[in-house]
Nanobody, 115 residues
Framework: QVQLVESGGGLVQSGGSLRLSCAAS????????MAWYRQTPGKQRELVAR???????DYANSVKGRFSISKGSAKNTVYLRMNNLNPEDTADYLC?????????WGQGTQVAVFS
């Protein structure tokens, strides 16, 4: 069974930076696209950034200019560089991959930003 493993979350002061990492295991196939979502209690899961074939990227308006998604050199790895973080970015960040017609989700990594 394909697994996504995230890392890089933590506690950071407002204005700080973090880099999240996600890697897929137990698959020989290349993901069609990968993305980062975030979720806070009582709110709908929100798409933060996604990256598709050829490096196409798309961002939520709330993170444009601050966050950057990129692919790693290893297959099925993706990073999310988050700069100028603010308390509104506090959430559980989940990695997502679309592989061979299947939606795969990671367990999430927590990001907490304090002012």
């Amino acid at each position: 069974q394909v697994q996504l493993v995230e890392s890089g979350g933590g506690l950071v002061q407002s204005g700080g930076s973090l880099r999240l990492s996600c890697a897929a295991s137990k698959t020989i196939f290349t993901a069609d696209h990968m993305a980062w979502y975030r979720q806070t209690p009582g709110k709908q899961r929100e798409l933060v950034a996604r990256i598709g074939p050829g490096g196409f990227t798309d961002y939520a308006n709330s993170v444009k200019g601050r966050f950057s998604i990129s692919k790693g050199s290893a297959k099925n790895t993706v990073y999310l560089r988050m700069n100028n973080l603010n308390p509104e970015d506090t959430a559980d960040y989940l990695c997502y991959a679309w592989i061979r017609g299947n939606a795969i989700w990671g367990q999430g990594t927590q990001v907490a930003v304090f002012s």
